[in-house]
Protein backbone atom coordinates (compact mmCIF):
# COMPACT_ATOMS: atom_id res chain seq x y z
CA UNK A 1 0.00 0.00 0.00
CA UNK A 2 1.34 3.48 -0.83
CA UNK A 3 1.13 6.02 1.55
CA UNK A 4 -2.35 8.15 1.30
CA UNK A 5 -2.41 11.17 -1.06
CA UNK A 6 -2.31 14.77 0.39
CA UNK A 7 -4.89 16.05 2.71
CA UNK A 8 -7.85 17.77 0.79
CA UNK A 9 -10.52 17.80 3.54
CA UNK A 10 -10.01 18.18 6.96
CA UNK A 11 -12.00 17.83 10.26
CA UNK A 12 -11.00 20.05 13.38
CA UNK A 13 -12.87 19.19 17.13
CA UNK A 14 -12.83 22.14 19.19
CA UNK A 15 -11.75 24.58 16.26
CA UNK A 16 -13.47 27.23 16.76
CA UNK A 17 -10.92 28.91 19.56
CA UNK A 18 -7.40 28.56 20.65
CA UNK A 19 -5.19 26.25 18.71
CA UNK A 20 -8.29 24.87 16.72
CA UNK A 21 -8.78 27.88 15.43
CA UNK A 22 -5.45 28.40 14.27
CA UNK A 23 -5.32 25.03 12.98
CA UNK A 24 -8.51 25.58 11.14
CA UNK A 25 -7.58 28.79 9.30
CA UNK A 26 -4.00 27.37 8.59
CA UNK A 27 -5.57 24.10 6.91
CA UNK A 28 -8.05 26.60 4.79
CA UNK A 29 -5.21 29.09 3.62
CA UNK A 30 -2.90 26.13 2.25
CA UNK A 31 -6.30 24.94 0.08
CA UNK A 32 -7.67 22.14 2.13
CA UNK A 33 -11.39 21.57 2.81
CA UNK A 34 -12.12 22.30 6.58
CA UNK A 35 -14.77 20.92 9.04
CA UNK A 36 -15.43 22.45 12.37
CA UNK A 37 -17.04 20.09 15.17
CA UNK A 38 -17.69 21.93 18.40
CA UNK A 39 -20.24 22.40 21.00
CA UNK A 40 -20.37 26.63 19.93
CA UNK A 41 -21.76 27.59 17.06
CA UNK A 42 -21.83 30.65 17.14
CA UNK A 43 -17.77 30.52 17.45
CA UNK A 44 -17.65 28.26 14.84
CA UNK A 45 -19.95 30.27 12.40
CA UNK A 46 -17.51 32.86 12.74
CA UNK A 47 -14.00 30.79 12.21
CA UNK A 48 -16.19 29.11 9.21
CA UNK A 49 -16.32 32.98 7.51
CA UNK A 50 -12.68 33.55 7.86
CA UNK A 51 -11.77 30.40 6.47
CA UNK A 52 -14.41 30.55 3.61
CA UNK A 53 -12.56 33.30 2.15
CA UNK A 54 -9.55 31.23 1.49
CA UNK A 55 -11.73 30.28 -1.09
CA UNK A 56 -12.57 26.56 0.58
CA UNK A 57 -15.72 24.46 1.07
CA UNK A 58 -16.22 25.00 5.08
CA UNK A 59 -18.31 23.03 7.06
CA UNK A 60 -19.66 22.65 10.84
CA UNK A 61 -21.29 20.31 12.84
CA UNK A 62 -22.62 20.53 16.83
CA UNK A 63 -21.73 17.92 18.85
CA UNK A 64 -20.15 17.37 21.96
CA UNK A 65 -17.18 14.48 21.59
CA UNK A 66 -18.48 12.34 23.89
CA UNK A 67 -21.93 11.77 22.71
CA UNK A 68 -21.60 8.72 20.67
CA UNK A 69 -25.15 9.65 18.78
CA UNK A 70 -24.19 12.91 18.46
CA UNK A 71 -20.61 12.37 16.89
CA UNK A 72 -21.67 10.24 14.57
CA UNK A 73 -24.67 12.08 13.31
CA UNK A 74 -22.01 15.15 12.91
CA UNK A 75 -19.67 12.95 10.92
CA UNK A 76 -22.32 11.77 8.73
CA UNK A 77 -23.06 15.41 7.86
CA UNK A 78 -19.54 16.59 7.29
CA UNK A 79 -19.16 13.45 4.81
CA UNK A 80 -22.37 14.85 3.04
CA UNK A 81 -21.33 18.18 2.73
CA UNK A 82 -17.20 17.66 1.75
CA UNK A 83 -17.73 14.26 0.84
CA UNK A 84 -15.71 12.91 3.40
CA UNK A 85 -12.16 13.15 5.26
CA UNK A 86 -9.33 12.41 5.24
CA UNK A 87 -7.58 14.16 7.89
CA UNK A 88 -9.00 14.38 11.51
CA UNK A 89 -7.62 16.48 13.94
CA UNK A 90 -8.64 15.66 17.83
CA UNK A 91 -7.73 18.73 18.79
CA UNK A 92 -10.77 19.25 21.69
CA UNK A 93 -9.45 19.07 25.20
CA UNK A 94 -9.78 19.74 28.64
CA UNK A 95 -7.76 20.24 31.85
CA UNK A 96 -9.00 20.20 35.42
CA UNK A 97 -9.83 23.76 36.93
CA UNK A 98 -7.38 23.11 39.62
CA UNK A 99 -3.50 22.71 39.78
CA UNK A 100 -3.27 19.50 42.35
CA UNK A 101 -2.69 16.15 42.85
CA UNK A 102 -4.79 13.46 42.51
CA UNK A 103 -6.32 13.40 45.76
CA UNK A 104 -7.13 16.76 45.95
CA UNK A 105 -9.03 16.39 42.26
CA UNK A 106 -12.60 16.05 42.48
CA UNK A 107 -13.03 12.29 40.65
CA UNK A 108 -15.65 13.16 38.94
CA UNK A 109 -13.97 16.08 37.20
CA UNK A 110 -10.88 14.26 36.45
CA UNK A 111 -13.28 11.63 34.65
CA UNK A 112 -14.64 14.06 32.74
CA UNK A 113 -11.19 15.23 31.21
CA UNK A 114 -10.75 11.57 30.61
CA UNK A 115 -13.80 11.39 28.47
CA UNK A 116 -12.77 14.78 26.60
CA UNK A 117 -9.40 13.65 25.72
CA UNK A 118 -9.87 10.18 25.09
CA UNK A 119 -13.26 9.03 24.71
CA UNK A 120 -13.67 11.97 22.29
CA UNK A 121 -10.72 10.87 19.89
CA UNK A 122 -12.25 7.31 20.20
CA UNK A 123 -15.27 8.00 18.79
CA UNK A 124 -14.46 10.60 16.18
CA UNK A 125 -11.92 8.01 14.64
CA UNK A 126 -14.39 5.15 15.14
CA UNK A 127 -16.84 7.04 13.26
CA UNK A 128 -14.40 8.91 10.32
CA UNK A 129 -12.39 5.54 10.01
CA UNK A 130 -14.30 3.28 7.72
CA UNK A 131 -15.04 5.88 4.85
CA UNK A 132 -11.56 7.06 4.93
CA UNK A 133 -9.84 3.62 4.43
CA UNK A 134 -12.79 2.92 2.11
CA UNK A 135 -11.05 5.77 0.44
CA UNK A 136 -7.75 4.37 0.08
CA UNK A 137 -6.53 6.11 3.32
CA UNK A 138 -5.44 9.63 5.25
CA UNK A 139 -4.20 10.97 8.37
CA UNK A 140 -5.62 11.01 12.24
CA UNK A 141 -3.59 13.71 14.25
CA UNK A 142 -4.25 14.07 18.29
CA UNK A 143 -3.15 16.88 19.97
CA UNK A 144 -1.27 16.06 22.65
CA UNK A 145 1.31 17.14 25.07
CA UNK A 146 4.62 16.08 26.58
CA UNK A 147 2.45 15.80 29.76
CA UNK A 148 1.87 12.01 27.81
CA UNK A 149 5.17 10.54 28.52
CA UNK A 150 6.81 12.61 31.57
CA UNK A 151 4.79 11.90 34.85
CA UNK A 152 3.39 14.86 36.75
CA UNK A 153 2.50 15.95 40.10
CA UNK A 154 -0.45 17.70 39.47
CA UNK A 155 -3.18 17.45 36.16
CA UNK A 156 -3.81 14.08 36.52
CA UNK A 157 -6.67 13.42 34.84
CA UNK A 158 -5.30 15.43 31.80
CA UNK A 159 -1.75 12.96 32.09
CA UNK A 160 -3.49 10.16 32.38
CA UNK A 161 -5.95 10.77 29.00
CA UNK A 162 -2.90 12.00 26.92
CA UNK A 163 -1.00 9.18 28.00
CA UNK A 164 -3.96 6.89 26.67
CA UNK A 165 -3.97 9.22 23.40
CA UNK A 166 -0.77 8.79 22.77
CA UNK A 167 -1.27 4.66 23.05
CA UNK A 168 -4.01 5.09 20.78
CA UNK A 169 -2.21 7.17 17.79
CA UNK A 170 0.39 4.24 17.91
CA UNK A 171 -2.79 1.45 17.79
CA UNK A 172 -4.18 3.29 14.92
CA UNK A 173 -0.85 3.16 13.62
CA UNK A 174 -0.18 -0.45 13.70
CA UNK A 175 -3.76 -2.03 13.10
CA UNK A 176 -4.26 0.05 9.77
CA UNK A 177 -1.01 1.15 8.51
CA UNK A 178 -1.27 -1.20 5.69
CA UNK A 179 -4.68 -0.23 4.88
CA UNK A 180 -3.03 3.32 4.27
CA UNK A 181 -3.83 4.92 7.81
CA UNK A 182 -0.98 7.04 9.06
CA UNK A 183 -1.26 8.62 12.43
CA UNK A 184 0.27 11.45 14.76
CA UNK A 185 0.31 13.00 18.44
CA UNK A 186 1.39 16.34 17.77
CA UNK A 187 2.10 18.42 20.81
CA UNK A 188 1.36 22.19 20.11
CA UNK A 189 4.07 23.23 23.05
CA UNK A 190 2.98 26.08 25.01
CA UNK A 191 0.73 28.68 23.75
CA UNK A 192 -1.21 31.76 25.29
CA UNK A 193 -5.07 29.81 25.16
CA UNK A 194 -7.54 29.85 27.76
CA UNK A 195 -6.57 26.60 28.98
CA UNK A 196 -2.72 27.89 29.52
CA UNK A 197 -4.39 30.77 31.00
CA UNK A 198 -6.15 28.73 33.51
CA UNK A 199 -2.75 26.68 34.60
CA UNK A 200 -1.13 28.64 37.51
CA UNK A 201 2.79 26.81 36.72
CA UNK A 202 2.21 29.56 33.31
CA UNK A 203 1.54 32.82 35.39
CA UNK A 204 5.41 33.63 34.60
CA UNK A 205 6.07 32.05 31.22
CA UNK A 206 7.21 34.72 29.17
CA UNK A 207 8.27 32.13 26.10
CA UNK A 208 5.95 30.92 24.23
CA UNK A 209 5.49 28.47 21.20
CA UNK A 210 4.76 30.39 18.30
CA UNK A 211 1.34 29.47 16.44
CA UNK A 212 3.10 29.06 13.15
CA UNK A 213 5.28 26.71 14.51
CA UNK A 214 2.37 24.05 15.30
CA UNK A 215 0.54 25.03 11.74
CA UNK A 216 3.61 24.50 9.86
CA UNK A 217 4.19 20.56 11.21
CA UNK A 218 0.35 20.38 10.92
CA UNK A 219 0.66 21.16 6.74
CA UNK A 220 3.71 18.71 7.02
CA UNK A 221 1.99 16.18 8.17
CA UNK A 222 -1.23 16.80 5.60
CA UNK A 223 0.79 16.64 2.64
CA UNK A 224 2.09 13.44 3.43
CA UNK A 225 5.73 15.17 4.20
CA UNK A 226 5.90 13.22 7.56
CA UNK A 227 4.49 9.81 6.31
CA UNK A 228 7.18 7.85 7.64
CA UNK A 229 6.94 8.85 11.19
CA UNK A 230 3.76 7.27 11.67
CA UNK A 231 2.63 6.44 14.97
CA UNK A 232 5.12 9.18 16.57
CA UNK A 233 5.20 12.07 18.71
CA UNK A 234 6.31 15.55 17.19
CA UNK A 235 6.38 18.62 19.22
CA UNK A 236 6.13 22.29 17.60
CA UNK A 237 8.70 24.40 18.54
CA UNK A 238 11.25 21.81 19.15
CA UNK A 239 10.85 19.74 15.63
CA UNK A 240 10.19 21.05 12.09
CA UNK A 241 9.39 19.33 8.87
CA UNK A 242 12.98 19.89 7.72
CA UNK A 243 14.62 18.69 11.37
CA UNK A 244 12.41 15.42 11.19
CA UNK A 245 13.11 14.38 7.32
CA UNK A 246 16.43 15.03 8.49
CA UNK A 247 16.25 12.24 11.43
CA UNK A 248 13.98 9.74 10.07
CA UNK A 249 16.91 7.67 9.51
CA UNK A 250 17.46 7.99 13.20
CA UNK A 251 14.24 7.97 14.56
CA UNK A 252 13.15 5.05 13.00
CA UNK A 253 16.37 2.70 13.22
CA UNK A 254 16.13 3.44 17.23
CA UNK A 255 12.26 3.55 17.29
CA UNK A 256 12.21 6.77 18.84
CA UNK A 257 9.43 9.22 19.67
CA UNK A 258 7.04 6.35 20.65
CA UNK A 259 5.37 5.55 23.77
CA UNK A 260 7.02 2.43 25.58
CA UNK A 261 8.89 0.53 28.04
CA UNK A 262 12.11 2.13 29.05
CA UNK A 263 14.37 -0.86 30.05
CA UNK A 264 17.84 -1.00 31.65
CA UNK A 265 19.52 -2.96 28.74
CA UNK A 266 18.96 -5.79 26.15
CA UNK A 267 19.01 -8.28 29.04
CA UNK A 268 16.72 -6.71 30.13
CA UNK A 269 13.99 -9.96 30.56
CA UNK A 270 10.95 -7.35 29.29
CA UNK A 271 12.23 -6.39 25.91
Known amino acids: ?26 L ?75 LSTDLAETWQIVETNLYGPMLLAHAILPGMLERDGGRVVTI ?18 KGAAARL ?30 MPMHDNRTEWTPVQAIVDLLLGIARGELDALSGRFLRAGADTVASLQARTEQILATDARTLRLSTWGDDDPVT
Not at 1 to 22: F, K, N, Q, W
Not at 62 to 84: H, N, S
Open 1 to 26: MTDPRPARRALVTGGHRGIGRELTLG
Open 28 to 102: AAAGVDVALLGRNPDAMDEVAESARAHGVRVATATADVTDPDATRDAVTQIDDELGGTDLLVNNAGRIESVEADF
Open 144 to 161: NTGSAHKATPVYTGYAVS
Open 169 to 198: TTELSIQFHDHGLRAFDLSPGVVPTDMTAS
